[in-house]
Structures are given as structure tokens and as C-alpha cells.
């Protein structure tokens, strides 16, 4: 079993960037697929990245490739998010989640263990 912690959300302009963190007790995340989710206000929340924990590869929705970047601490026990070129359609509180597939997934069932979620507030 692992706790996930998020933090580093905020308020930004247009443009700026933000890095988010997950910490992870318990295990390390090299033991879990992880992945980072984000629902914003009134809609369903959605995917955002993944890693897989077999051989590191990374997937992003459609909307934020190029602009985000997930990653995972060299102690294994942190999973980053680095938010760049931020736009006011990214605003949304942002989930940290963690899955025992071997393989990154965007699939909210496929993810066990979940954040309490960090907010992230783009100002125009």
C-alpha cells in the first residue's frame, strides 16, 4: 500500500509555468504505474500524464503534450509534474494517482490509490 501527498499548485498567469509533487510513503513509486489526473469545476475528472513503472515510457493527453512533463524523483519516492506554457483551460485541482499495471494508463479504474489533490488556478 502506498499514501500519495501532492503539492506545488497555485495561482499563475497565462503562459507561466508550476511543478507539481507526489510523495509517496510506504513504497516506492518504481513500484506503481503513476499517473496524474485533474478535474476541474463542474466537469468529470480526466487524465492528464502517466508513467509506466516497467521501463519509464510516458503518455499525455492530446492537450498537453508538448507543454507537460511527467517524471519520477531519483529516490523513487516522488513523482513530478512540470507544467509549462500554462493556459486558463488547465485550471482544475490535480490528483496524483497510483496503479499495480505494469503499463501507464489512462484509465481512472485502472489507478488503486489516489491523492487528496492540489489546486492549480491559470488567471487570462
Known amino acids: 500500500q502506498v499514501q500519495l501527498v501532492e503539492s506545488g499548485g497555485g495561482l499563475v498567469q497565462a503562459g507561466g509555468s508550476l511543478r507539481l509533487s507526489c510523495a509517496a510513503s510506504?513504497?516506492?513509486?518504481?513500484?506503481?504505474?503513476m499517473g496524474w489526473f485533474r478535474q476541474a469545476p463542474g466537469k468529470e475528472r480526466e487524465f492528464v500524464a502517466a508513467l509506466s513503472k516497467t521501463d519509464g515510457s510516458t503518455y499525455y493527453t492530446e492537450s498537453v503534450k508538448g507543454r507537460f512533463t511527467i517524471s519520477r524523483g531519483n529516490a523513487n519516492y516522488t513523482v513530478y509534474l512540470q507544467l509549462n506554457m500554462l493556459k486558463p483551460e488547465d485550471t482544475a485541482v490535480y490528483y496524483c494517482?497510483?496503479?499495480?499495471?505494469?503499463?501507464?494508463?489512462?484509465?481512472?479504474?485502472?489507478?488503486?490509490?489516489w491523492g487528496q489533490g492540489t489546486q492549480v488556478t491559470v488567471s487570462s
Open positions: 510506504g513504497r516506492t513509486v518504481s513500484s506503481y504505474g
Open positions: 494517482a497510483a496503479t499495480s499495471r505494469p503499463y501507464a494508463s489512462g484509465y481512472l479504474s485502472h489507478y488503486k490509490y
